[in-house]
T-cell receptor, first 113, second 112 residues
C-alpha cells in the first residue's frame, strides 16, 4: 500500500532553531497533508498542499512539494518547546476516497529549551 | 467486510435538529478517531479513543458535539442543535498504532 515516509525518524534541536522534516511517497497524489500528534493525543491537521502547488506557508510553517521527486518538506521556523511532537505526512491517492489517506511513520521532534 | 464502516452515508437535516453518526471500527483496533473534513480542507481532529483510557476530546469544536465508544467496538458521534457550519464529511478511523489509520467512507452531513 502507498505510504508516506518521513525522515529523519527523530530530530532534536535547540529552541529557536529551524526544524526540517522530509516526506517521500510512491504514487501520484491529489494532495499531501502534514499533521502533528502530541503524545497520546489525536492528530492535528497543520497544512495541506495540493499537487499543483509548490510551496505553502502557514505562520511559522513552510511546506514544499516536489511532485517530480515525489517528496515534500515541512519547515518549522523559530522552534518552540511546544513544537515537541511527532509530525506525519499523509497522502490522498489520486482518484481515491477518504480510505486512501495513509500516514507515514512520522518524525519525532524534540525541542530542547 | 473487514474495513471501517460508517452510517448513514449521507444525512440531510434541518438546522436545530440533533444527529447521530455511527462508526464500526476494524475488529481488534484499540484506537478510534473521529475527524471532520470541510470541502477542500484537511482533516480536523475531533476526538480520540484509546482502549479504556479517557478519550481525548480536545478537538471537539463546541459542547454541542459529543462521542461515545462501547469498549473497543462501535462509536457514535452526536451533534446537538445542528448548525449550517456543521455541514461536512465526518470521518472515522481506527488503528492499532498511529502508523496507519484506516478510514471509513465517511458520513456526509448537510444542515439546511
Amino acid at each position: 500500500s502507498q505510504q508516506g515516509e518521513e525522515d529523519p525518524q527523530a530530530l532534536s534541536i535547540q529552541e529557536g532553531e529551524n526544524a526540517t522534516m522530509n516526506c517521500s511517497y510512491k504514487t501520484s497524489i491529489n494532495n499531501l497533508q502534514w499533521y502533528r500528534q502530541n503524545s497520546g493525543r489525536g492528530l492535528v491537521h497543520l497544512i495541506l498542499i495540493r499537487s499543483n502547488e509548490r510551496e505553502k506557508h502557514s505562520g511559522r510553517l513552510r511546506v514544499t512539494l516536489d511532485t517530480s521527486k515525489k517528496s515534500s518538506s515541512l519547515l518549522i521556523t523559530a522552534s518552540r518547546a511546544a513544537d515537541t511532537a511527532s509530525y506525519f505526512c499523509a497522502t490522498l491517492y489520486s482518484g481515491g476516497g477518504a480510505d486512501g489517506l495513509t500516514f507515514g511513520k512520522g518524525t519525532h521532534l524534540i525541542i530542547q529549551p | 467486510g473487514a474495513g471501517v464502516s460508517q452510517s448513514p452515508s449521507n444525512k440531510v437535516t434541518e438546522k436545530g435538529k440533533d444527529v447521530e453518526l455511527r462508526c464500526d471500527p476494524i475488529s481488534g483496533h484499540t484506537a478510534l478517531y473521529w475527524y471532520r473534513q470541510r470541502l477542500g480542507q484537511g482533516l480536523e481532529f475531533l476526538i480520540y479513543f484509546q482502549g479504556n483510557s479517557a478519550p481525548d476530546k480536545s478537538g471537539l469544536p463546541s459542547d454541542r458535539f459529543s462521542a461515545e465508544r462501547t469498549g473497543e467496538s462501535v462509536s457514535t458521534l452526536t451533534i446537538q442543535r445542528t448548525q449550517q457550519e456543521d455541514s461536512a464529511v465526518y470521518l472515522c478511523a481506527s488503528s492499532l498504532a498511529p502508523v496507519t489509520q484506516y478510514f471509513g467512507p465517511g458520513t456526509r452531513l448537510l444542515v439546511l
